[in-house]
């Protein structure tokens, strides 16, 4: 896709490895941009990238038309538009937010009017995808809001989406489609791990397992994608266990506002609760697999 973006001028707000992906994909369609993240050493990549660095989020927004806000939860997305330094009596009126966070629906309906009260657009993005797709501008957005805030977002959009869905006309109903996207990608990661470690306690080559249930009905996007992690005995997080800790747990709180049974949810969430507990927090959500190595004595690669 092709827009003319001479005159556009962009913030991101987080440079992590989904951020830094999204601001480069904007630099390369042309964007003028200004990034600002609590790590100084993700602003000076950046600056060496190519883009401007800023020492807060209304620094960085000041002169946007778009601010794209990679940040990981709804807290960390109130606190960059409204807290000290925050971007939202930054922004020139007219400019659009997009949010990338995942988190309730409610909430994002609440951020969307506090900001939409002050004559600034809110578009309710969250994004799936990963770090690779985030650096050729692949991701999928799932997005919902206004008109006016999908034409002024559009450009970015179509710097850093492979795939834009448009999913209604006011925020919070973007939020609503990743939190079913997130309930089946921690049942599915957490299957995964469940599965390998039991391959492995059954003294199975875990290689040609992988190969076997890739070219088999119990395959799936997540199995393909997280097992090589397994099978490499490396689990620097591409995607963190506290990630799916925080998703999983905002399904919960919806499914018990709507008393709505998700019991499949609720025991992948256990797991990845106990990973964390057992000090894996931070490591790769495919860390699932060595807790259960660890609780019924399997062995995994990289493992004694």
Avoid at 126 to 134: E, F, I, K, T, V
Avoid at 192 to 206: H, I, P, R
Wanted: net charge negative.
């Amino acid at each position: 896709m092709t827009t003319d973006t001479s005159t556009r001028r962009a913030a991101v707000i987080g440079l992590g490895s989904m951020g830094s992906g999204m601001a480069g994909s904007l630099l390369r369609a042309g964007f003028s941009v200004t990034a600002c993240d609590v790590n100084p050493e993700a602003v000076a990549r950046f600056e060496a990238a190519g883009g401007r660095g800023a020492a807060n989020p209304a620094e960085a927004a000041r002169e946007a038309d778009v601010v794209v806000s990679v940040v990981v939860n709804a807290a960390q997305t109130e606190a960059v538009l409204f807290g000290a330094d925050g971007a939202a009596a930054a922004m020139p009126e007219g400019a659009v937010f997009v949010s990338s966070a995942t988190m309730d629906p409610a909430i994002a309906r609440a951020l969307a009017a506090r900001l939409e009260a002050t004559g600034r657009h809110y578009l309710d993005a969250p994004m799936s995808g990963g770090a690779a797709r985030a650096a050729d501008g692949g991701l999928t957005f799932l997005a919902s809001g206004s008109a006016e805030a999908f034409a002024k977002a559009r450009p970015a959009l179509d710097a850093m989406a492979g795939t834009l869905y448009e999913l209604g006309d006011a925020a919070g109903q973007g939020a609503a489609f990743k939190m079913i996207n997130q309930l089946l990608a921690g049942v599915h990661i957490a299957a995964a791990c469940e599965a390998m470690a039991f391959a492995a306690k059954q003294g199975l080559d875990l290689a040609r397992v992988y190969e076997v249930i890739t070219k088999s009905a119990g395959n799936s996007w997540m199995f393909e994608n997280r097992v090589p992690h397994i099978l490499d005995a490396d689990y620097s997080p591409k995607s963190a266990v506290d990630i799916f800790v925080k998703d999983l747990g905002i399904v919960q709180d919806m499914a018990r506002a709507e008393k709505y049974p998700v019991p499949v949810a609720a025991a992948a969430l256990q797991m990845f609760l106990m990973a964390s507990g057992a000090g894996m927090g931070r490591d790769d959500d495919a860390s699932v697999a060595r807790l259960y190595a660890q609780v019924s004595g399997a062995t995994l690669p990289g493992q004694a």
